[in-house]
């Protein structure tokens, strides 16, 4: 998934050209930031809450910082992609996959608690 995610957020400009091409690089850039930042958030939730790692959470908290992104990643900074996949992988995630349990959502590979 997150290499179609370069298809997807990096495809949308359209084109090429020697400005599309900039704007498709520095989208590009920052899927990969905030899908880094999602997966070290799940990394440092699983550490210090779990004591262990999990690697469905730390996926889920890449795709989770893939999603958080996609709207703003044209026009985020480098700083704030990292902060929006790490948000994403530490607080967001982990906070609706904990609420979809409590609510008895039958969602067996959160994919609620990844698009909430």
């Known amino acids: 998934l997150w290499i179609g995610w370069y298809g997807f957020n990096a495809g949308s400009t359209v084109g090429l050209s020697k400005s599309r091409g900039i704007t498709a690089g520095i989208v590009a ?10 997966g070290f958030g799940a990394y440092c939730f699983c550490y210090c809450v779990y004591k262990h790692l999990d690697t469905t959470t730390i996926c889920n908290g890449i795709l989770g910082g893939l999603v958080s992104v996609t709207a703003s990643c ?3 900074t480098d700083v704030e992609a990292l902060l929006i996949g790490a948000i994403a992988g530490m607080v967001w995630y982990p906070s609706f996959s904990k609420f979809s349990r409590w609510i008895r959502l039958d969602d067996p590979v959160d994919g609620f608690a990844v698009h909430a």
Not at 29 to 38: D, K, M, Q
């Open 29 to 38: 850039w920052n899927t990969t930031l905030a899908a880094s930042g999602g």
């Open 74 to 76: 044209d026009i985020a």
